[in-house]
């Protein structure tokens, strides 16, 4: 007996709630009158496997980079705070300012990326990060100017991870869409674990200038492979990507990719609008999974910039012990993301082996959260009163990698549930929970040393692990 196909549905929740008519895709067509016999159904991506792992390796290191600048630089928040004659409170700024453009920049790059095709916004928005790291590199040291190109590398960084949301979502069937996102995830979660280790190595042995050389060093390496390896992906563009799969895999650049295919098979979304975003936040479960992930990320993140104050002051670390020690809550969030993004596959396809006459809908990886919320809640309680009584080091470090297993673990489930929500614009849907998350942070890093300063840190952290209880 074979079996029963897995039913996609064509129209999601969120798509029904954003359109009154959609064509559905959802069957398969027959052959012409007198032939009752179906015609099979294309591929939903018509690139060999080979190739799809090409191209999802090209955009988790294109990932990599914003990520990387945001935490390269924390190690070197005390040297800066010596090289700028600054507060510690002022250099904190310079992280939510980069935070917070992270934040708001991905709507753009994203929005316009599910409309007019992914490649371009990719080698734009890069070269905008790798000019801005050159500059950071050579200027002489004034604040200003270290705020204003912060906001300007942020603004190139901003449009990585959105634009690799919407690649996995065109190239990837939904039941691997979880485990494809992990993979590309690694990126940005590399970057917190490479990150911190980096920026220490360089800023103890050379400059900190040199932590915004190495990025466009190694921000340029890729640039290149992207601009002659990686093939336009847009679903609407060029369809499952058959034309793609008969050319070769190094190709001469092309500024924009014409469309192949027939737009009724492959529609077009209709052109960015501030309303459209409203309407996304109509649907709750978005709103309220992206609020949850903005919480978690904020208690992460105000973790992340005291770990070099509490390994320092408390602990007598130097600094390029701290970039080693940032290696706990990294590597955890590397596992964190394979693992959730293995199970929560494993739970859909689950689903379908029981109920093969039922469409697996998006929001049933939701409850898969909860496991995360509650590890990372106890990491960040933890991590507050273990550096509060000064207990051993390594028992902080367990504390931290908790707190950055239960992070990640809803990160992924998040991400996967918001590619399949909405078909025709899954970077924008990444993009707006990013909306949510970047601010919670910037504001986390701003606020967390003033707060330890007032309540301590134990009490400090209780507040935000409770928050994210809430």
Sequence with gaps: MAMAEEKIPSNTAVEVLLEKSIPSNGTAATSPAGNSKPIPRPPYSALSPNRQRFILGI??????????????????LPALQLAFHTSATTINATVSAFMGVLAVAPLFWASQADYAGRKPLYMVSLMIFIVANILLAALPANLAALFVLRIVQGFGAASVLSLGAGTVADITEPKKRASAMS?????????????????????????????????????FGVYVVLVFCLPETLRSIVGNGA????????????????????PA?????????????????????????????????AAYYAMAVTFPLFLEGIYGFTTAEVGVAYLAPGLSLVLGSLTSGRISD?????????????????????????????????????????????????????????????????????????????????????????????????????????????????????????????
């Excluded at 360089?202 to 466009?216: N, Y």
């Excluded at 979304?269 to 992930?293: A, C, D, E, H, M």
Aim: proline share 9%; net charge positive; with cysteine.
């Design 243 to 262: 034309t793609i799969e008969s050319s070769r895999w190094i190709t001469r650049p092309r500024w924009r990719q014409p469309c192949v295919v027939d």
């Design 59 to 76: 955009v988790t290191a294109a990932g990599f980079f914003g990520p990387l600048a945001g935490n390269i630089y924390l190690p070197a």
């Design 346 to 470: 494993y739970h859909r396809s689950l689903y379908v082996k029981r109920n093969p006459d039922a469409p697996p809908h998006p929001e049933r990886r939701l409850h898969l959260q909860i496991p995360g919320m509650l590890v990372s809640l106890s990491g960040i309680l933890m991590y507050g009163w273990l550096c509060h009584f000064h207990v051993h080091v390594a028992s902080v470090l367990v504390a931290s990698a908790l707190a950055a297993f239960g992070m990640t673990w809803v990160f992924i489930t998040t991400t996967s549930y918001l590619t399949e929500s909405f078909h025709k614009t899954p970077a924008t849907l990444v993009a707006l929970a990013g909306l949510f998350r970047n601010p919670a942070a910037a504001v986390a890093a701003a606020v967390v040393n003033p707060l330890v300063d007032r309540m301590g840190i134990g009490w400090c952290f209780t507040g935000l692990s409770l928050l994210e209880f809430g």
């Design 265 to 297: 098979k492959f529609p077009k979304p209709p052109p960015p609008t501030l309303l459209s975003l409203v309407k996304l936040l109509q649907y709750p479960p978005i709103t309220i999974v992206s609020l949850n992930s903005a919480i978690l990320f």
């Design 183 to 219: 993979i590309v995830l690694l990126g940005p979660q590399l970057g917190p674990v490479l990150g911190p280790l980096l920026g220490g190595a360089i800023t103890g042995s050379a400059s900190w200038r040199w932590t915004f050389g190495f990025l466009a060093i190694a921000c």
